[in-house]
C-alpha cells in the first residue's frame, strides 16, 4: 500500500518511513503542508499520515482542503498536541484516527492497517478468497491451508488484488500502489509479478484467480469474505 507522511521533523519522518518500508509500504515523504497538499492532490494514497504543526499550510487546513476537495483518502493524525478539544478539531477536520506523539511503532502500523482494510471495506487482518488467505497483520499468504512463498512486491501485488475484488485495476494504478512515486510506470515488472502470482496460487490452472483485461489492466474474480 501506499502512504503519503507529512511530517516536517527530518528526523521523526525518516524513521515513520523506515518503519513502513520494513512493512512493505510504499512511502512518500512531504516537508510541509503546500508539499503535503500537492502529493494527496496529486497521486493516489492508500492512507495519509499529516502532522499538525506544519509550515506554510498546517495540518488542520490541509486536511480540510483535502475534504473539501472530495478527496477520500483515509488521514492520520500525529502530533504533538493532546488535548481532547484539539482531537475532536482534528477529527471533525475530517481525519480518521489520531495519534500522539511520543508513540509506539507498533501502534502507528496497527494503526495504518486498520484504517487501510476499514477503507476497502475489509475490517478483518485476514481476508479469505477460496483457497486462498491473506494476513495483512504478519503478510503471509496461504493456498489451500499451505504457505506460499512470495517476495515483497508479489505481496504487494496480491494484497491490493484483494482488497479490490472485482475491480478493474490498470496497470499504471497498480505500480502508482506499490511504488513510490518516481518508479517508471512504463516498465513491464507488473506483467511479470501477475504472471509470478499465477504460477504460485494456480499452479494447476483450475482457479483463475487473476484475469487479464486486454488494454485496460487486471481483475481479481474470487470473492473475498
Not at 507529512?6 to 512531504?30: G, P, Y
Not at 485495476?169 to 501477475?194: A, G, M, P, R
Request: net charge negative; glycine share 6%; with cysteine.
Amino acid at each position: 500500500m501506499r502512504v503519503l507522511v507529512v511530517e516536517d521533523e527530518s528526523l521523526l519522518a525518516d524513521q515513520i518511513k523506515n518503519q513502513l518500508l520494513q512493512q512493505q509500504f510504499s512511502v512518500d515523504l512531504a516537508i510541509d503542508g503546500a508539499d503535503g497538499w500537492f502529493k494527496i492532490s496529486e497521486y493516489p494514497y492508500d492512507l495519509a499520515i499529516i502532522d499538525l504543526g506544519l509550515p506554510k499550510i498546517d495540518g488542520l487546513s490541509l486536511i480540510r482542503k483535502a475534504r473539501k476537495q472530495e478527496i477520500k483518502t483515509p488521514i492520520i493524525i500525529l502530533t504533538a498536541r493532546g488535548s481532547w478539544q484539539e482531537k475532536v478539531e482534528g477529527l471533525d477536520a475530517g481525519a480518521d484516527d489520531y495519534l500522539t506523539k511520543p508513540f509506539h511503532n507498533e501502534e502507528l502500523l496497527a494503526r495504518c492497517n486498520a484504517l487501510i482494510r476499514r477503507a476497502a471495506g475489509q475490517p478483518d487482518p485476514t481476508l479469505n478468497s477460496g483457497p486462498i488467505s491473506l494476513n495483512s497483520r504478519t503478510q503471509q499468504v496461504w493456498l489451500r491451508d499451505e504457505e506460499v512463498n512470495l517476495t515483497a512486491y508479489e505481496y504487494k501485488v496480491l494484497e491490493y488484488f484483494m482488497l479490490n475484488p472485482g475491480k478493474v485495476i490498470s496497470k499504471t494504478e497498480l505500480t502508482e500502489h506499490i511504488y513510490d512515486q518516481d518508479f517508471d510506470l512504463d516498465s513491464n515488472v507488473i506483467e511479470v509479478f501477475v504472471l509470478r502470482l499465477r504460477k504460485k496460487l494456480d499452479p494447476d490452472g483450475d482457479l483463475k484467480p487473476l484475469e487479464t483485461l486486454r488494454g485496460r489492466g487486471y481483475r481479481f474474480n474470487l470473492t473475498v469474505e
